[in-house]
Nanobody, 123 residues
C-alpha cells in the first residue's frame, strides 16, 4: 500500500511562492493519479490539481490555473506542487493524495492520503 508524506508548507506574503513535496512509499503504478487537495478552516476539502502518473497529463482547479504547477519525479516517487502568485485565499492545509485507476477530482475517489502541510498567505 501507498504511504504519503507532505512537506514544504510555511508562511509567505501575498505574491510569493512555495514549493510543496509529497514523498510516497510503495509503488505508484502508471494507471494511478496523484493529486493535491486543500482545506481551509470551516470549509470542505477541495480539489486543487492532479496528474496522471503514467502520462503526465495534468488537471487544475480554475482558482489556481496559471499560478500552480503539479509535477512528479518517477525515480524519486515524489509529486510536487509549485505555487506562485499566492493569495490569502490560498491559505489552507494542503494534502497529497493518490488514487488507483485514473485521475479524479473528488475527495472520496482517492485511496491514500498524506498528513497535510499548512500554507499560510498573509496580505
Amino acid at each position: 500500500q501507498v504511504q504519503l508524506v507532505e512537506s514544504g508548507g510555511g508562511l509567505v506574503q501575498a505574491g510569493g511562492s512555495l514549493r510543496l513535496s509529497c514523498a510516497a512509499s510503495g509503488r505508484i503504478f502508471s494507471n494511478y493519479a496523484a493529486g493535491w487537495f486543500r482545506q481551509a478552516p470551516g470549509k470542505e476539502r477541495e480539489f486543487v490539481t492532479a496528474i496522471n502518473w503514467g502520462s503526465g497529463r495534468t488537471y487544475y482547479a480554475d482558482s489556481v490555473k496559471g499560478r500552480f504547477t503539479i509535477s512528479r519525479d518517477n525515480a524519486k516517487n515524489t509529486v510536487y506542487l509549485q505555487m506562485n502568485s499566492l493569495k490569502p485565499d490560498d491559505t489552507a492545509v494542503y494534502y497529497c493524495a493518490v488514487k488507483r485507476t485514473g485521475v479524479a477530482t473528488l475527495v472520496d475517489d482517492y485511496d491514500f492520503w498524506g498528513q497535510g502541510t499548512q500554507v499560510t498567505v498573509s496580505s
